[in-house]
C-alpha cells in the first residue's frame, strides 16, 4: 500500500447513512510511513523541539510540538475531498503521550481541530493507552456538533458487530442512527 492508497478513505454505508473514515499516524518511526515507492500508513509528520527551561544541565526540557505544515496540508486536503462523499465524517489519528492522563502534546489539539476546520465531524485519538479527555470545538456538549477524542484507550469490544468508530459516531452524534 503506497502513500496514495494509504490516505484512501474507507466508506460504509448504513441505511442510506454514509460514513466516511480516514486514519493518520503522528507518532512511531519514519519507517512506518507510506511513500510512493514504499508500502505504510498515511501520516501527519509532528516536529519535536525541546529547550532547556533554565540553567539546570541535564534537567527536564521544555518541549514543543507541531505538524509539519506539508503533512497536515494534505491530510486537510483528504478530509474536504471526502466530506461530499458522506453524511458522518470521522478521522482517526495514532496519536499522543503514552502514559500521562493530563496531559496534552500541543500537536493533539492543532491536528485534531485542523480535520475538524478541514470537514470531520469526529476525530478520534488513539495510542496513549489511557482514557484521555474529550474536547467540544464549534458546537455544544448536546448537540455534539464537533467532538474530539484525545485518546481512547484500548477498548476492547468483542461482542460488538459494528465498528468501534460507527459507536462513537452514535454517542457522539445523536441525530444519526444505527441499528446493529
Same mark, same amino acid.
Given at each position: 500500500?503506497?502513500?496514495?492508497?494509504?490516505?484512501? #478513505?474507507?466508506?460504509?454505508?448504513?441505511?442510506?447513512?454514509?460514513?466516511?473514515?480516514?486514519?493518520?499516524?503522528?507518532?512511531?518511526?519514519?519507517?512506518?510511513?507510506?511513500?510512493?515507492?514504499? #508500502?505504510?500508513?498515511?501520516? !501527519?509528520?509532528?516536529?519535536?523541539?525541546?529547550?532547556?527551561?533554565?540553567?539546570?544541565?541535564?534537567?527536564? #526540557?521544555?518541549?514543543?510540538?507541531?505538524?509539519?505544515?506539508?503533512?497536515?496540508?494534505?491530510?486537510?486536503?483528504? !478530509?474536504?475531498?471526502?466530506?461530499?462523499?458522506?453524511?458522518?465524517? !470521522?478521522?482517526?489519528?495514532?496519536?499522543?503521550?503514552?502514559?500521562?492522563?493530563?496531559?496534552?502534546?500541543?500537536?493533539?489539539?492543532?491536528?485534531?481541530?485542523?480535520?475538524?476546520?478541514?470537514?470531520?465531524? @469526529?476525530?478520534?485519538?488513539?495510542?496513549?493507552?489511557?482514557?484521555?479527555?474529550?474536547?467540544?470545538?464549534?458546537?455544544?456538549?448536546?448537540?455534539?456538533?464537533?467532538?474530539?477524542?484525545?485518546?481512547?484507550?484500548?477498548?476492547?469490544?468483542?461482542?460488538?458487530?459494528?465498528?468501534?468508530?460507527?459507536?462513537? !459516531?452514535? @454517542?457522539?452524534?445523536?441525530?444519526?442512527?444505527?441499528?446493529?
Amino acid at each position: 500500500m503506497n502513500i496514495d492508497e494509504a490516505r484512501k #478513505p474507507a466508506i460504509i454505508e448504513h441505511e442510506g447513512t454514509r460514513f466516511g473514515f480516514l486514519s493518520y499516524n503522528c507518532v512511531g518511526t519514519m519507517g512506518q510511513w507510506a511513500t510512493k515507492l514504499k #508500502p505504510g500508513c498515511a501520516y !501527519v509528520h509532528i516536529i519535536s523541539h525541546y529547550e532547556m527551561n533554565g540553567a539546570n544541565p541535564g534537567g527536564p #526540557p521544555d518541549v514543543y510540538t507541531f505538524a509539519e505544515p506539508h503533512s497536515l496540508e494534505a491530510m486537510e486536503d483528504d !478530509v474536504k475531498k471526502l466530506r461530499s462523499q458522506c453524511d458522518v465524517l !470521522v478521522v482517526a489519528f495514532h496519536k499522543g503521550v503514552l502514559g500521562f492522563p493530563d496531559k496534552l502534546a500541543m500537536y493533539d489539539r492543532q491536528v485534531s481541530r485542523a480535520a475538524i476546520d478541514a470537514g470531520a465531524d @469526529l476525530v478520534l485519538g488513539h495510542h496513549a493507552h489511557i482514557l484521555k479527555g474529550i474536547e467540544e470545538y464549534k458546537g455544544s456538549l448536546f448537540s455534539m456538533d464537533w467532538v474530539i477524542s484525545f485518546s481512547m484507550w484500548q477498548l476492547c469490544l468483542k461482542s460488538l458487530e459494528v465498528p468501534l468508530a460507527c459507536l462513537l !459516531v452514535l @454517542l457522539y452524534l445523536p441525530n444519526v442512527l444505527i441499528q446493529a
